[in-house]
């Protein structure tokens, strides 16, 4: 991301969501973004993926400009997968038809290994037949990081993952996370969650839209926290 300004226009004006925000993110690297709730993460993270244009600023992936990509659902597509905080699960579909939903809306074809894999993966072999509104909400984030997973994305991208799950599920989940990234995958994981944070190898501090550390450097000076 170079100098990527995100700005929305509400009721009172207008509202900086992200300011001059320059950031590098390697492959295999397990990234936190994190700050209070308002600061930019999910709109960071929306950029990141493609689901959101900043208003000014570039961002690149593997040095091209995403801007050349004729348009933003094939750079996603291409590369990325998602994981929100409300699901989004269909309530009517099986877990299996969840997982396999975006790739057949594709229409390309999804094989029992493959499936068979990331349901092991995720640790929903006894789930696999029920339906959505049957799970537990541990069971719809696995549930939903299983559907993203399977279209095998570069960057796998999480909004707070955990949401409010007890500890037990919500370890299970990061552990889960954290597995992926020792075989290689790519996560960035936006969330305020300090436990969270904690078990990522970079964490990138935000504060009203803007970058205040990355690493451990940091950017700009401390009089403007909470300005
Ligand atoms: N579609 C939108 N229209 C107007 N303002 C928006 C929109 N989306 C986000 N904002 C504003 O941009 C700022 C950043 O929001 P964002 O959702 O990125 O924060 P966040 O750090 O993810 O917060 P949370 O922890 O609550 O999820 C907030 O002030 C928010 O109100
Ligand atoms: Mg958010």
């Not at 207008?14 to 590098?24: K, Y």
């Not at 994981?83 to 939903?101: A, G, M, R, S």
């Not at 999480?158 to 075989?183: C, F, H, S, V, Y």
Request: charged content about 30%; hydrophobic content about 35%; aromatic content about 4%.
């Amino acid at each position: 991301m170079k100098n990527i300004y995100k700005e929305y226009r509400g009721e009172n004006g207008i509202v900086t969501a992200l300011e001059d925000v320059s950031l590098e993110i390697e492959q295999g690297e397990l990234v936190a973004i994190t700050g209070i709730s308002g600061s930019g993460k999910s709109t960071l993270l929306n950029i990141i993926g493609g689901l959101d244009r900043p208003t000014r600023g570039e961002l690149y992936y593997n040095r091209h400009n995403v801007k050349d990509y004729p348009n933003l659902a094939q750079y996603r597509s291409e590369n990325i997968g998602f994981v929100v905080q409300d699901c989004k699960l269909l309530p009517l579909l099986t877990v299996e038809e969840n997982i396999c939903l975006p790739l057949r809306l594709n229409g390309q074809m999804v094989s029992k290994k493959e499936l068979d894999g990331v349901i092991k993966k995720m640790d929903l072999e006894e789930q696999r037949r029920k339906l959505g509104k049957q799970l537990t909400f541990a069971e719809q984030q696995r549930t939903a990081i299983a559907r993203a997973i399977i279209c095998k994305p570069k960057v796998l991208l999480a909004d707070e993952p955990t949401g409010n799950l007890d500890p037990e599920n919500r370890d299970k989940i990061i552990g889960l996370l954290r597995q992926m990234n020792g075989e290689g995958q790519t996560i960035v994981i936006a969330t305020d969650k300090e436990y969270i944070v904690k078990q990522c190898d970079r964490r990138i501090d935000v504060v009203n839209g803007r970058v205040v550390k990355d690493r451990t450097e940091f950017l700009i000076q401390n009089s403007a926290f909470g300005s």
